[in-house]
């Protein structure tokens, strides 16, 4: 149980439009504590020094809730793979280590304040999807809709996206490709989501390049800074359904 | 037509006409190097009479179809400048100020992947380059003519053989071929992914045929300025000519 010291470079910045600019910190913190732990505590001697807190989003911290996300030395949720920033541990770093910390960037996820980025863009594109159709009447019985056991795991795997943006932060693009490929991964492999496949796509895709965000670069870094580790298999899906969506194949 | 306006116009869009030019593109390169690699008997006559068949061959069509290469060589070029410049910047106007770092694993971040707007622009400058020098030079200049079966032909192989004398121009030759391998390496396995013809399964096998093509494509283009320099012809062919 090693305390181990920091040299912390974070981004300040006071509002939508200011001037942002790096501030350096130094903290003297248990090795076992988590990143946002760490920066509870150094929030906790800045508001000491009579100092403004850095803001940064959180909630659940157990990586499943999707509202933390800042770009560590580099790497979005930092340099472990398949974490949120809230499941990092300061044990991953070096003592004496300086580390960066800095908001997602894109144009589509405007800077609030500090660390804390705008996404509603995914909540408008998430909207865009609109509804699943579902017989009214009482509860089905279960399994009265048989799904192959690939197919649904297929759908898990891309209805594990927690929405977090990591995905955006990492593209050298900033483009959604990822998160905007899970979600129709999620709903157009099940049956349920199958009658509204192709309005969902075209909707949904739009809606992404209105927002802002950029193309998809295919080198794959948002599969990788992905906390769920969600396959860039579901952009391929997003793109074989967008050009069957458009040739009239998926109603 | 407004269904296919709305297909061209978005980002997924962008990337399909990327992906087939692309495949055009790679599918031009075979056509080109199994032409180049006559060159390799030695004999003036087979360049010269695979370059002269091809006018031949194609007719009345060889014009509409070198002006469609070129335009495919354009709509790759241009698309990828805005995709890369303006699209690029747009969706990201304030850039991170530490640089961005690969998280390995599935990422394909790095050299091949990260570049290809410079080995592309790269190859870009090369290709102008070389059809001033090769193609535009035999149509108009026509200084080397050659006799073939009776007939006044380009003597395309006293160029390569010219052109190829300078160390310099091999050197550059030769360098180019290796960033179109870089290219081809990520690029290959791109046009798939944005087609969306990629199966999870089938990912490693692809991304290792792009490395496959690449390898062969850039080997066998840049054998060629080091044959022509170092005149191997004639050292393995001695006294068959």
């Given amino acids: ?251 | 037509m407004s269904a296919l306006k709305k297909i061209l116009f978005s980002s997924i869009g962008k990337k399909y006409i990327m992906a087939i030019s692309g495949f055009g593109l790679i599918g031009f390169l075979v056509t080109h190097v199994a032409g180049n690699l006559t060159l390799l008997s030695g004999n003036p006559d087979h360049i010269n009479a695979y370059a002269a068949g091809l006018k031949t061959t194609l007719g009345p069509l060889f014009y509409p179809a070198e002006f469609a290469l070129v335009g495919l060589f354009l709509l790759h070029i241009f698309l990828a400048i805005y995709i890369n410049v303006v699209e690029k910047k747009a969706a990201r106007p304030d850039r991170y100020r530490k640089p961005q770092k690969g998280k390995g694993g599935p990422s394909k971040f790095g050299i091949a992947g990260s570049n290809m707007i410079i080995t592309g622009g790269l190859l870009g400058f090369f290709v102008v380059l070389h059809v001033w020098q090769i193609r535009l030079s035999s149509e108009f200049g026509s200084k080397y003519t050659t006799m073939l079966n009776g007939k006044e032909v380009a003597d395309i192989y006293r160029y390569c053989v010219e052109l190829f004398a300078s160390p310099l121009t091999t050197a550059f030759y030769v360098g180019v071929m290796v960033f179109l391998g870089i290219h081809l390496r990520h690029g290959f396995w791109s046009a798939i992914q944005s087609l969306g013809a990629m199966k999870p399964e089938w990912s490693k096998a692809i991304y290792g045929l792009g490395l496959v093509i690449a390898i062969v494509l850039a080997t066998a283009f840049l054998i060629l300025p080091i044959y022509m320099h170092f005149d191997l012809a004639s050292k393995l062919f001695a006294g068959s000519h």
């Avoid at chain 1, 809730?65 to 949720?77: L, P, R």
């Avoid at chain 1, 279960?142 to 759908?155: P, V, Y």
């Avoid at chain 1, 891309?158 to 929405?163: D, K, R």
């Fill in chain 1, 1 to 251: 149980m090693a305390n181990k010291n920091f040299k912390l470079e974070v981004w300040r910045q006071d509002g939508p439009n200011a001037q942002g600019n790096f501030e350096s910190f130094d903290i003297e913190i248990n090795e076992h504590a988590s990143f946002l732990e760490m920066l509870d505590h150094l929030n906790e001697q800045i508001m000491n020094e009579g100092g403004r807190p850095i803001e940064f989003d959180s909630d659940c911290r157990e990586g499943i809730c999707g509202s933390c996300g800042c770009v560590v030395n580099g790497a979005a949720h930092g340099p472990e793979r398949e974490t949120a920033v809230c499941q990092l541990h300061m044990r991953t770093f070096q003592n004496g280590e300086t580390i960066t910390i800095e908001p997602f960037r894109a144009k589509a996820f405007p800077i609030v304040r500090d660390l804390v980025v705008d996404r509603e863009a995914f909540d408008r594109i998430q909207e865009k999807g609109g509804y699943v159709s579902v017989n009214t009447g009482p509860k089905p019985d279960a399994n009265s809709i048989k799904i192959g056991k690939e197919r649904s795991d297929e759908a898990f795997d891309a209805a594990t996206c927690i929405g977090c943006g990591a995905c955006v932060a990492a593209c050298p693009n900033a483009s959604a490709s990822l998160f905007v490929g899970a979600r129709l991964k999620h709903f157009g492999l099940m049956p349920q989501g199958a009658p509204e496949r192709g309005r969902r796509t075209l909707r949904m895709v739009h809606q992404m390049d209105d927002e802002g965000f950029g193309p998809c670069s295919n080198i794959g870094e948002c599969e990788a800074a992905c906390p769920k580790g969600i396959s860039i298999s579901a952009i391929a899906h997003m793109k074989r359904d967008f050009l069957f969506a458009n040739l009239g194949f998926h109603k």
